[in-house]
């Protein structure tokens, strides 16, 4: 089941891969998809919201100082399921969280970008 996961996670990587060299920029699927976060009923949200908007839309609180400009990182989410429906990390977010927290799989909310069903967790840090 994890393999399974991780090579479709793949899949979907060498396809915007190709996409980025081919010097198209993939194409982000209409949705909507069901965006549920732990605790809270899951919502439809059209494919390319990002995380921090759609918890704004299910009325989840979520931290983000610097109002989604990828630079505070208070915004950190645990990917609960569905890692391979969120668009991949840029540079930016990848500086920010860092390759140990990326490794464990948190994203920024204000920039990971939903094109399926993703099951997300906040974490207390306090
Ligand atoms: S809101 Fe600051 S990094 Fe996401």
């Known amino acids: 089941m994890a393999e399974e996961k991780r ?15 081919s010097g198209r920029r993939p194409a982000i699927p209409e949705g909507p998809f069901a965006l549920e976060f732990e605790g809270h009923a899951p919502i439809p949200v059209p494919g390319g919201t990002t995380i921090l908007a759609g918890a704004a839309a299910a009325g989840v609180d979520l931290d ?5 400009m990828a630079s505070c990182g208070t915004c950190k989410v645990s990917v609960v399921t569905g890692v391979e429906n969120l668009m991949d990390a840029d540079g930016r977010e990848q500086m920010v969280l860092g390759s ?27």
Not at 7 to 21: D, E, I, P, V, Y
Not at 64 to 68: I, S, T, V
């Open 7 to 21: 090579r479709r996670g793949l899949r979907a990587g060498l396809r915007r891969a190709a996409g980025r060299l």
């Open 100 to 126: 140990q927290s990326a490794a464990s799989g948190l994203r920024l909310a204000c920039q990971a970008r939903v094109v399926g069903p993703v099951t997300i967790r906040i974490p207390r840090w306090f």
């Open 64 to 68: 983000h100082y610097c109002g989604g």
